[in-house]
Structures are given as structure tokens and as C-alpha cells.
């Protein structure tokens, strides 16, 4: 005799027992039966709930990821085979496992994989590859989700954050360098990503700050950029300009604060020219530098041998940058046409405004645009006014790339005190235009984070990390050359290969969690592939919630004892 069929003996003695005796009550005698007949229906439905019949996807798991909201919970289907990862806040009926490995092992019968939450972590995402059908991310949190900056620059080179910030409309980012000054600054676009650009002067690590900001200046979200500067030559820039103006002036003062190595020569008048250094432009000269700056009056100069030789450089990795300054000589119209850029002269607008681009807020700033018509083909556009009028394009050209500069008066940003935003203006325009240079570095997978798992391929048999206290952990290299790294401590660490150093930061485990957040998420739909159409349906009996049976005992209980206290009450008053 099972337990069920006990039970329903028990509450229908006692059902009987009451009824017998009610059936001597005066009072409310119908309504009595009827509640302790009630009663009884429901205490066995709070012990053994009825069940009902479930369509779920018979090898199908879902998988609760960390992050996971509550109201994704409840959606959960509940015939599906749920499990939960380590760092899941969830019911406890849910089935724990310590990673997916062991819960593909435990339900072997799963093909698809159903993942709920902020997404698979590291570990798990090798094992997942093949099965991820669906994917219902949980909302990220407010604040920097996006992080792409390089792990190292060379001494002298323009490197890049671009990032995207949740749930800010309005906003701005600034990037302070390890000092607190702002090195550079941008207002979010409609998508909240940004894209600053930065100086690499001196060799070391550094930790540089980005800071987000809504639109009443409040601090949003603050993490750390980690950046290692390697040794190497700045930038080589040659200025090759047809008349001195307040641009050419301040742009010379910025290369120079910045670090970049600059030649130039400036033409006064006939065979009198401003020279700083030696800026050479024989073939051996080109292939030295990295970006030429040249506007129309110097292109028209040029003997024909010269202009081929610079020509020959920027296919052969050169960049360069055309500044158009005042009216275009159809010669030099006609050459820069076959360098991808057909200029001619037409009424457009004169006033532009960079507020948006740059980050300024409103500024008030209005900047000079040259009254051009461009016909850009297959150039993309280098620099945008806050009306989406393009100020600049750029192409590439073989191994270099070729760009057109509309913009007259920028060192207005100096002027005003936008120091930041001129350096990301023209620190973002160089690093586009310039020649491509280093050697490649051995690659990494995402950021590295207390605890989790960071792979290294491109280095050798004898490869170790060291960390903060100098302790030396060798690593196991594979046939394909990459070895995994778990870190124990945050801070500096240094991948060691020969007598070759990288060095590389390591995120606390509890740092920048937005940042793990949306790295996760994007690891994960990363992984999406597998047809909804394979699906196996099948059909699951389930037990309903117990709770709207007891809340309705409850209530059964609460009338009877008003029933059975009423009638008490009366019989006494009846014998008095």
C-alpha cells in the first residue's frame, strides 16, 4: 500500500468522523460539511499535487549561467532539465553541477543546449562549442560592457581604446593617463561606443583610467586600462608644407609634447623655406618614415621624378595625408583624382561643429570647412562634423593607405583649452594613415581575471609567467604551440619566452564586472549554431505548484473556525 492511498484513507476517516458529528449542528450544518470535505480535497492535493502533462525538448538542457535574473527563472519551462553553474543565486531545487563538462556527462542524452544568464564562462566554452541552440541573455548591468585596448604599444606609437558603455544616453568617456590627466576625451554616439586615441611616450607599464559619464557629469562606471610600452622609435613624421599657417603651428607643438619624431619644411617664398630637420624624400628617406603630410602648394612644387618616388612609398606602406589649404591647380586635382579623391570646387558648408565627435559638450566651437565637393569611391570616411558632413576620408593604396584632409582651422581645440580632444583628433588620424610597424607578439585570449583560465599560442617549449612576487610558473605547451595559465594573483604579470618579456595585467576576479559581463555574452552568441529544427519534442507529466493548494486550505481552515466558533458562541448564549 503506497503512501498516497494511506493518506486519502486518513483525511476520508476524518472526513466522516466530522460529518457525523456536524450532522448534530443547528447551525451552518450544510456549509460545514461542504468546507471539511473541501478541506480534506486539499490537504492531499498540498501532499501529492496533481499533475499535468508538459511539451519539452527531450535532449535538450538549459543551462543558468551567473547573472541571471529572476523573472528569467520563472520562465523556465518546468519539464526542461535544468542544471546551474557555480555562482548561479537560485532556487535549490535546481540541480548544481560544478561545471558543464560533468553535467553533459551526468545527462548524456543532451544535444542542445539552452543557456540562461550572462553566458558560459571560460571554462565551459570549449565543451559547448556545437551545442548552443539558444541563448537569452540577461540584461547588463549599467555602465562600460565594452573594453578593446591593445595589451602593448611600442615607445612613440598612437594606440586605441574603443569600448561601449550600457544604459547611458548622452554620456562621454575621458581616458586619464597614470597621473589624472586627460589624455583624451569623446562624447558616446547613439549606441553608447567610443573610440579614443592615446600617446605611447615612455617605456613601462602604466595604468591608465577611463572614466564614463551621463549626460549631468556624473561618474557612471571608472575601470583600468592596463598598457605595457615597449621600446621602440616614435613615429617619423615628414611636414612638407606650401606656406606657414596657425594649423601647421600647433600641430608641430603637438608632435613634438607627444613624443612623435617631426621634419618639416615650410616654404616662405621663393628658395627660402623653414626647415626643422632634415625631411629628406628620396626613396631610402620614405622608407623610413611612416606618414607624409602634404598639402596642395607643396604637390604642385613637386618635379614629377619626386612625386613618383612618394607615390612608389605609400604602395609600399607609406601613409599619406593630403591637406587641401586653398584652391586646387587642375594638375593637382588630376593627380590626386588617380589617387582616389575627385576634388572640385562647390558651394558647401563653411561652419562645422565637432562637439559630438570630440566630446566637447557645447562648446560653442565652430570650425572651417574648404568649400569642396569630394568623390571618394571606395575611401571611408576619416573624420565626421557633428551634422554627419565628412571632413576626411582615407583608402588604402597596396600596402599604405592615402587620405584627404578638408578641416582648416582644428588648433582652435589648443586654443580653447581641448587639449585632450586635439590630441585624440589628430592622434586618432595619424595611427589610421600611418605605416603599419612591429613585430607580432604571441596572442591572448580576452582579458586575464583571478582565477580564470588564460590561453597563450605563438610561443615556445620553454615559456613561464611570473607575477608580482617574481614566483615563476612554467607552462605546458601544445602541438599547436599555445599553453593555458590560470593566475592566482591580480596586478602585473610578464609572460616570459627566451630572452623575450611581455608583460600583461591581471583583472581582480571582482573587478570591472561589466566588463565580464558582456565578454561573456559575447563569447556565448559566439557559440550559436545549432538548428532549432533538430529538436526532439517530447511529453513530461508535472506536478503543479503546491502553493495555490495551501493558500486555499488556509482559507477553508479559516472559514470552518469561524463556522465552528459561531456555533459555539450561539449554543452558549441558547443555555444561558
Known sequence: ?????????????????????????????????????????????????????EDFSADELVVVTPGAARAQLATLPAAATIVALPGVDADKVIERVPD????????????????????????DRDVARGHVATFAAAPLPRGLVELDAPASVRAGNIWRVDGRVEAVTDGRVELHDPSGAVVAAQALDTQGRFALH????????ALFTLKAFDRDGAVVDSVTVPLAVRNGSPL????????????????????????????????????????????????????????????????????????????????DGLGLLLRVTGPLPAAVASDWADLGFRVRAADAPTSVALDKTLGLGDSGLAFARHEFA???????????????????????LDRGRVALWLLADSY???????????????????????????????????????DERVV?????????VVDERNTRSPLGID??????????????????????????????????????????????????????????????????ARWPFFLALLAALTALWWLERSSAATGVAIDA
Not at 11 to 34: E, S
Not at 103 to 122: C, D, F, I, T, Y
Not at 456 to 464: E, P, S, V
Not at 522 to 539: C, D, E, F, K, M
Open 456 to 464: 597563450f599560442c605563438g610561443i615556445g617549449a620553454d615559456a613561464a
Open 412 to 450: 582652435r581645440l589648443a586654443l580653447a583649452g581641448s587639449v585632450p580632444a586635439y590630441g585624440t583628433l589628430w592622434g586618432g588620424t595619424l595611427a589610421t594613415v600611418a605605416r603599419a610597424r612591429g613585430e607580432e607578439d604571441p596572442s591572448r585570449s580576452g582579458s586575464a581575471r583571478v
Open 236 to 315: 617619423k613624421i615628414v611636414l612638407l608644407a606650401g606656406a606657414p599657417d596657425a594649423e601647421l603651428k600647433y600641430l608641430r607643438r603637438w608632435a613634438a609634447d607627444a613624443g612623435l619624431e617631426l621634419t618639416s619644411q615650410i616654404a616662405l617664398s621663393d628658395g627660402v623655406a623653414l626647415s626643422e630637420g632634415t625631411p629628406a624624400t628620396d626613396e631610402a628617406a620614405w622608407r623610413e618614415a611612416d606618414i607624409a603630410i602634404v598639402d596642395e602648394r607643396t604637390w604642385a612644387a613637386l618635379a614629377a621624378p619626386r612625386k613618383q618616388v612618394l607615390i612608389a612609398a605609400v604602395h
Open 1 to 53: 500500500m503506497n503512501a498516497a492511498l494511506v493518506v486519502a484513507l486518513l483525511l476520508a476517516g476524518a472526513v466522516v468522523l466530522g460529518v457525523l458529528r456536524t450532522l448534530q449542528a443547528t447551525r451552518y450544518r450544510l456549509a460545514r460539511i461542504g468546507l471539511q470535505i473541501a478541506a480534506a480535497l486539499l490537504s492531499y492535493c498540498c501532499l501529492f499535487p496533481p499533475a499535468t502533462n
Open 198 to 205: 592615446a600617446n605611447a611616450k615612455g617605456e613601462g607599464t
Open 374 to 396: 569630394v568623390e571618394a569611391g571606395d575611401a571611408a570616411p576619416l573624420l565626421r562634423a557633428d551634422d554627419g558632413s565628412a571632413l576626411a576620408w582615407s583608402r588604402n
Open 100 to 123: 558543464l563538462g560533468t553535467a553533459l556527462r551526468v545527462h548524456a542524452g543532451a544535444r542542445r543546449l539552452r543557456v540562461v544568464g550572462s553566458g558560459l564562462p571560460m571554462r
Open 479 to 544: 602541438e599547436r604551440g599555445c599553453a593555458a595559465h590560470w593566475p592566482e594573483l591580480a596586478g602585473w604579470h610578464a609572460l616570459l619566452d627566451g630572452n623575450r618579456r611581455w608583460p600583461f595585467y591581471v583583472r581582480a576576479h571582482d573587478e570591472a564586472t561589466g566588463l565580464a559581463a558582456g565578454e561573456s555574452q559575447r563569447a556565448t552568441r559566439a557559440l550559436l549554431g545549432v538548428p532549432l529544427s533538430t529538436s526532439v519534442t517530447a511529453t513530461r507529466s508535472q506536478p503543479l
